[in-house]
């Protein structure tokens, strides 16, 4: 696969280091650069030294909280910011909201979603930067730039009439082919506004497969058991 994109620095502020550790690693498979903030002096110092493009911040921390570290950022600047809380309470997400938090993740959650999160809070705030023009994907195409799918053969490209969400789960597993994405994962990134289901993420990439096969391309993207999709390599 070709693709362009710009290391984005994510700071990860947690004070429980196999938290950290976890969501570290599947950040850097993302592509991005990591720092790890252990208590809320340690997260206030990075930032203002390594300035992230994003903090994913956990509220209870030693020296100061998540909720004092926010309103710090929030007092330097517009650095977005994903919350991460082992409550799942309402007032708790209303509180972040109202201080500037751009998402909000309740512990425990799943690593691939949390990524999927810092993802998509980061084409918000930077819709320019950060993604590639055109991926390809063996005889599949597609440009980000014009919002569409061609299927290649020899010298001809076949367009591919798709849904904007058929693009955005298509486009989303081909930054990072062979990789196996969960539907919530797929649900949190490419529909965090509409469908609230994780079996429409079947749908949609049913009617997709059903399109990229009718041009001559089978099995994309390709179905694994009890997990979710994925898009292979193809010759």
Not at 5 to 11: D, I, N, Q
Not at 72 to 80: A, L, Q, S, Y
Not at 117 to 141: D, F, M, S, Y
Not at 169 to 175: G, V, W
Request: some cysteine; proline content about 5%.
């Amino acid at each position: 696969m070709s693709r362009v994109r710009s290391e984005r620095v994510v700071l990860i502020a947690e004070d429980q280091p196999e938290i950290a550790d976890i969501l570290k690693s599947y950040l850097e498979r993302e592509g991005y650069r990591v720092i790890v903030a252990s208590d809320g002096f340690q997260a206030i110092d990075l930032h203002g030294r390594f300035k992230p493009d994003l903090i994913l911040l956990d509220v209870l921390m030693p020296n100061m909280s998540g909720w004092e570290v926010l309103t710090e950022i929030r007092r330097r600047g517009d650095t977005p910011v994903i919350m991460v809380t082992a409550r799942d309470d309402n007032s708790d997400k209303i509180s972040a909201l109202r201080i500037g938090a751009d998402d909000y993740v309740t512990k425990p959650f799943d690593p691939g979603e949390a990524v999927a999160r810092v993802g998509a809070v980061l084409r918000r705030a930077h819709p320019e930067a950060g993604q590639a023009t055109v991926l390809r994907i063996g005889g599949v195409e597609i440009d980000e730039d014009q919002h569409a799918i061609y299927v290649l053969d020899g010298e001809s490209r076949q367009f591919i009439v798709t849904t904007a969400t058929e693009f955005r789960l298509l486009a989303r597993m081909a930054r990072s082919p062979m990789r196996v994405f969960t539907r919530s994962e797929l649900l949190a990134s490419c529909l965090p506004e509409g469908d609230a289901m994780e079996r429409t993420v079947d749908s949609h990439l049913s009617k997709l497969r059903k399109k990229l096969e009718d041009a001559g391309v089978q099995g994309v993207p390709h179905s694994v058991r009890g997990v979710g999709y994925r898009i292979a390599a193809m010759p």
